[in-house]
């Protein structure tokens, strides 16, 4: 099994001396200071220093000054070879996506894939296929689409949401929009799905929180709190929150979720509290934290956030965690406890435990597990949630470490020859005809039952930043750039390693163009990364002592 150390070479012993000070000097784009290097400091030293309100990370005079689009040719990796041929296809092909609305730029469609027959929904705009579309803007100093994205998007929150007779919370946000142009009127509108037309007929329960997020990363670039402390806006936020804060039946502080309600939307066996879900959950309500005002309605959903916050943060480091002392407890677990002391709290069984997870689960390394309910484990690793609770820090600096432990521990399982697998394993047989109901899409290996998607690696990029692990997320863009543009830009791969482009997937995919370009970006400058990262929240949990492996 091939391992790429976080400690040791990757390849060449120039190529181990991996500089990020000469990318961080060369190019004077954030405020940041460039004296040491980014190996010398810590993540968490360069994050806290522009943690406090937001102001601008593109507000440095050399920024504005003759870079005017800093990213649009990139070098490679800081080598003096000149611009990496795979930065101006990666642009020309995002910009020929761009939606325009009434003559301004709204978001981009999620695919251009002209040799495609059918179209279905890929020339949306989607709320959450947008997202590394925005931060690539962000990044290259274009935030006018990303503000014009916020502001349409949040106007379609206030749509008429009816599936059937059935009419969904005031919240809810689109799935995607489209631009109905009518020629004889000469007109232009937007037309919202909330989930009407989806397969399955699913509300997506991600777009709220990708919206709050996204708002946050364009403040926190921008430096501009005008468009977050706008009535529009704070009412938005607040509107999203009451679906999820309100008050009922559920004795635990996550989410319940039914199949097909974020990025896997296809019937997967995620039903129940998917971490994808609860680490978008979270780190939506530590944004909207920063961005709700305290006054009249706002100091009511501080409080609440507040209260959430502490039991959640509890709840999942607590209860959705796996590593080996943890899987050991799990295998000598007695059952049918009845009393406060219970050991077992949710009445797991013993041999529910799949046998794979056993060779799975290194001794040193661990990961959130894909759900937890009631008598029910779903030991399945995500990759999403796992990077989300990374970046956001609900994961703890000693839990964050150990996740990119395992990734390195079993790279050719989740990495493989493209990065990265959206779930391992793949359900296969029984199992799989049970779950997806002989789902033909979700085939063993294929799409979202253990298919690799390209738009994951800026992801797994910003958390081998935020760990210190920087030649980690080098060697997966390298993978990608010996596929990706030789491939056509796909939505996803097939097999066991993603040797294979998937045998249903779009060509020049969106966001797969777009993680990269994000991906590539933030390895390039890692204080691009401040934009989306969340730091400790300290008041709700206790001081942690950080690993060694925590510094860079």
């Known amino acids: 099994m091939k391992r790429v150390s976080s400690h040791v070479s990757i390849a060449s012993e120039a190529e181990i001396n991996f500089d990020l000070s000469r990318l961080l000097i060369d190019k004077p784009k954030f405020t940041l200071e460039r004296k040491r290097s980014f190996d010398e400091q810590s993540w968490s030293e360069l994050s806290h220093r522009h943690n406090d309100g937001f102001d601008s990370v593109a507000q440095s005079p050399a920024f504005r000054n003759g870079f005017e689009s800093p990213f649009s040719t990139g070098t490679h990796f800081g080598e003096p070879s000149g611009p990496h041929p795979l930065v101006n296809e990666a642009w020309e092909a995002l910009r020929k996506s761009v939606v325009h609305f009434r003559g301004q730029p709204v978001g981009t469609v999620a695919a251009v894939d002209h040799a495609s027959e059918e179209v279905l929904n890929y020339d949306q705009v989607f709320v959450r296929d947008f997202v590394p579309s925005a931060l690539a803007f962000l990044m290259n100093n274009e935030p006018e689409i990303v503000k014009n994205f916020l502001l349409r998007t949040l106007h379609l929150q206030s749509s008429e949401k009816m599936v059937d007779r059935f009419k969904l919370g005031a919240g809810a946000m689109p799935a995607s929009f489209k631009v109905d142009r009518n020629v004889n009127r000469n007109t232009e509108t ?3 799905d909330f989930g009407e037309s989806a397969i399955g007929r699913v509300a997506p329960v991600d777009s709220g929180f990708w919206w709050i997020i996204l708002l946050r990363a364009y403040t926190k670039y921008t430096g501009d709190v005008s468009l977050s402390e706008s009535p529009d806006c ?3 936020m607040r509107l999203i929150l009451s679906l999820c804060l309100s008050e009922g039946f559920d004795t635990f502080p996550t989410l319940l979720c039914t199949d097909g309600c974020s990025m896997i939307d296809r019937r997967m066996g995620i039903y129940g509290y998917p971490i994808e ?8 309500l530590r944004c909207a934290l920063q961005m709700l005002k305290p006054d ?3 100091k009511d959903f501080i409080e609440k956030i507040g209260q959430r916050l502490h039991a959640l943060t509890y709840h999942m480091r607590n209860y959705f965690w796996l590593d080996f002392p943890h899987l050991n407890n799990i295998y000598r677990y007695k059952t049918e406890e009845y009393s406060h002391t219970a050991v077992n709290k949710f009445n797991v069984i013993p041999d529910s435990i799949p046998d794979w997870v056993f060779d799975f689960m290194p001794c040193k390394g661990g990961y959130f597990l894909g759900n937890v309910s009631p008598a029910m484990m779903d030991f399945r690793w995500f990759a999403l949630g796992n990077c989300i609770a990374i970046i956001s820090s609900l994961a703890t600096p000693e839990q964050s470490s150990a996740i990119m432990d395992l990734i390195e521990e079993r790279w050719d399982e989740l990495v493989g020859e493209v990065p990265l697998k959206i779930v391992y394993p793949a359900l296969e047989n029984h199992e799989w005809r049970i779950i997806t109901g002989c789902d033909p899409k979700n085939t063993r290996w294929s799409y979202h039952n253990g298919g690799s998607w390209p738009v994951l690696l800026w992801l797994l990029t910003a958390a081998c930043i935020k760990t210190g692990r920087p030649q980690m997320a080098k060697r997966a863009i390298e993978l990608s750039e010996a596929r990706l543009l030789k491939d056509g830009w ?9 040797k294979f482009v998937g045998k249903q997937a779009r060509k020049f995919q969106t966001w797969s163009i777009a993680g990269y370009l994000v991906a590539r970006m933030m ?10 990262t969340m730091e400790e929240d300290r008041p709700v949990k206790p001081t942690m002592r950080r690993s060694a492996s925590w510094n860079a």
Do not use: H, R
Request: aromatic share 12%.
């Open 523 to 532: 390895l390039e400058d890692p204080s691009t990364l401040l934009m989306i």
């Open 490 to 498: 796909p939505e996803y791969y097939d097999g066991k390693l993603g």
């Open 190 to 192: 937007l037309v919202a």
């Open 296 to 298: 009249g309605e706002g």
């Open 234 to 236: 704070q009412k938005c």
């Open 277 to 284: 879900i609860q680490a978008l959950f979270y780190m939506a």
